[in-house]
């Protein structure tokens, strides 16, 4: 089976390369993905995946249809990019190089993922159950509505239900398995007497501060914990508020709320009780429009998740990548940076979906003027990738049973 993959990969590499190229030419910031859609929809339709269909939030799926009814393994990637345009030409003068905003964080990884199927389908090798390919909208600065959405309407509708889903997400080619989360927070301090909110607020801010730099007992030193932005003002006829926007990480074993508790307990006492002054934190929420026109209202929290280094998920992917003769490295996201994140929490703990990440990308290049991705990793990850569904939804080969996941 593997050889039948790796020789049929050979003839498909200039096709996934130019395709990653013109994705990452496209710009596709959040909220404004169509003309990336109009890409992928089209690639999928050329691919000849059985059904191709874009939903009413954005999202592009592709199907492929196994002779069961399941089970399901979902491929996703996320459309948008965290900067708004293409940093630079897609090829930036590196030879081997794609280069541009999203290449890296996730449009390599979409384009492997998209090209898995068509390996798949290039190979005749059959599938016991589904494969679905979904490019999703809303994520960078959405929180995952895309995502949330295709769980929540477009699968259903399509009669399909994820056992597991592979982000495309940069890991280096590594096997991930779960990151930090983070959390937005809106700080409102308002009172009737301007000169006692201007105190407070700069109590509250010079606290909060302090804090921002200290990574807690489990994180590395160059991960950043926390990040607080300069009060903004407003004045009323009843006095004066402003709103200190703040953002924290999330470990494993904390929630929202729980943070949120905490912050507006320590930003009350910085107020000094007793004064004129109110405080109250509240998760950022914003109502935003979809490049379809449809309107989401995001919440700035990105879950930390896990899946259990054993789970069978796992343990299935790590045989098909040494199968493959592809290097097995597990891991997990480090996100240094906290804009960033993946729909890993969305998945597992909304939907109840064990989600592993194996993309070509490198998480240290995601989000940076110099955002790139190396062309061979691209070509690899379709190779890897393709193996690690057909070991999920293919014929069994020997050794595997059909009962073991």
């Known amino acids: 089976m593997y050889s039948i993959l790796k020789n049929k990969n050979e003839g498909l590499k ?15 910031p959040s909220f404004g993905e169509g003309a990336v859609a109009d890409l992928v929809e089209a690639k999928m339709h050329e691919i000849g995946y059985d059904k191709v269909v874009r939903d009413d939030a954005g999202n592009v799926v592709g199907v492929l249809f196994g002779r069961e009814a399941a089970p399901t393994t979902l491929l996703n990637c996320h459309m948008d990019t965290a900067i708004a345009g293409a940093v630079d030409a897609p090829t930036s003068g590196r030879a081997g190089w794609i280069a541009g905003a999203g290449a890296a964080d996730c449009k390599g990884g979409l384009a492997a993922q998209v090209f898995a199927g068509a390996l798949l389908k290039r190979s005749l090798l059959p599938l016991r159950g589904n494969l679905v390919v979904a490019a999703s909208v809303a994520e960078e600065h959405g929180s995952s509505a895309g995502v949330r959405a295709l769980l929540q309407r477009t699968l259903p509708e399509l009669g399909l239900q994820p056992a597991h889903a592979i982000l495309g997400e940069p890991t280096d080619m590594g096997l991930y398995y779960g990151h930090d989360g983070r959390v937005e927070f809106n700080i409102l301090v308002k009172g009737p007497n301007p000169f006692q909110v201007n105190d407070a607020v700069s109590a509250i801010f010079n606290d909060l501060r302090a804090y921002e730099g200290s990574p807690s007992a489990d994180s590395a030193q160059d991960v950043q914990r926390s990040a607080i932005q300069w009060p903004r003002f407003r004045d009323t006829e009843d006095g004066r508020s402003a709103i200190i926007a703040m953002t924290r990480r999330l470990a494993a074993d904390e ?53 259990d280094p ?23 996201w480090r996100l240094g940076r906290l804009g960033m994140g993946t729909a890993g929490g969305v998945l597992t703990r909304e939907f109840h979906v064990p989600v592993i990440g194996f993309g070509p ?15 061979s990793r691209i070509t690899d990850a379709v190779y890897g990738t393709a193996s690690i569904v057909h070991s999920l939804v293919g014929i069994p080969v020997v050794g595997w049973t059909s009962d073991e996941i």
């Open 14 to 28: 200039p096709h996934v390369l130019e395709f990653a190229r013109h994705l990452v030419a496209t710009p596709s």
């Open 255 to 307: 929630s929202p709320a729980n943070v949120m508790s905490s912050i507006n307990h320590q930003a009350r006492l910085a107020a000094r009780p007793g004064s004129a002054v109110a405080v109250e934190v509240m998760i950022a929420e914003e109502m935003r429009k979809l490049y379809t026109g449809q309107t989401t209202t995001v919440s700035h929290v990105t879950n930390a998740w896990s899946t």
């Open 310 to 332: 054993f789970d069978p998920l796992i343990s299935r992917a790590r045989q098909a990548l040494a199968a493959a003769d592809v290097t097995v490295r597990p891991g997990r």
């Open 361 to 375: 990308g490198s998480e240290d290049l995601a989000h940076t003027s110099d955002e790139r991705v190396e062309e």
